[in-house]
């Protein structure tokens, strides 16, 4: 349920416009799916092979080692956002939670009550 369903009980929200270099631009307790590399001055998602390739060409201009970790991460961020890259973020924000519970809760009912109204069909059919 949580990996399949929940995400699409009601669709996610999209933060566009992000610079690299913020820290966290989500509101809080947000339930982040996704975090997208936006092209310069425009809409378009970067596919993971050009981000690959974008991380590459940006390793090679800062002559820094991607194994680095945090400075490697922050030398990255810097580049892009240098460049005119900006991130989109997808996510659920918090204020969904009890809406996504009363959306499982029907499901579980209906669920567990689809045997019960089989089972007593079952017995009147035998019975008379």
Request: charged residues 10%.
């Amino acid at each position: 349920m949580e990996y399949l369903c929940r995400p699409r009980y009601l669709p996610a929200v999209k933060l566009w416009g992000v610079a690299p270099t913020d820290s966290n631009p989500l509101p809080a307790n947000a339930w982040l799916f996704g975090q997208d590399v936006v092209a310069p001055h425009s809409h378009t998602v970067l596919p993971a092979a050009q981000f690959d390739q974008l991380q590459h060409t940006a390793a090679a201009a800062l002559g820094a080692n991607p194994a680095a970790g945090a400075s490697y991460l922050q030398a990255l961020s810097h580049y892009l956002q240098v460049k005119g890259y900006t991130e989109v973020f997808t996510y659920q924000p918090a204020d969904r939670f009890w809406i996504f519970q009363g959306i499982e809760a029907a499901i579980c009912l209906a669920l567990s009550l689809s045997p019960i109204c089989l089972a007593y069909r079952l017995v009147l059919r035998r019975v008379t």
